[in-house]
């Protein structure tokens, strides 16, 4: 049983998804309490349960992180169209619509 896979040297919990479909509620309480628990696939390691850690962070840790995200999306843009000639397709030369 799937209770038994804590492996030697504390090695993490190993359980199937299909064997986990029905424990998955007393899973979730082991990996909240700190224990290890990965998800297989034919064999293979899919995914891994762990818990959220709810973050509290102070003005100035939440400053820090708004830089870091503006930053972050700072280099990520790319320029685009010129907004002052972006609806010039829809004027003649004089200014009327086409």
Same mark, same amino acid.
């Given at each position: 049983m799937w209770s038994d896979f804590k492996g030697p040297n504390g090695t993490p919990m190993k359980i199937s998804v299909t064997e986990a479909k029905g424990q998955l509620t007393d899973l979730v309480r082991r990996a909240e309490a700190?224990?290890?628990?990965? &998800?297989?696939?034919?064999?293979?390691s899919a995914v891994q349960l762990v818990p959220v850690r709810n973050v509290r962070l102070d003005a100035r840790g939440r400053?820090? &992180?708004l830089e870091a995200i503006r930053a972050s999306g700072a280099a990520k843009a790319k320029p685009g169209p010129n907004a002052a000639s972006s609806q010039d397709? &829809?004027?003649d030369g004089d200014g009327l619509p086409k």
């Open positions: 700190g224990d290890e628990i990965i &998800l297989t696939r034919h064999g293979q400053k820090e &992180l397709f &829809l004027y």
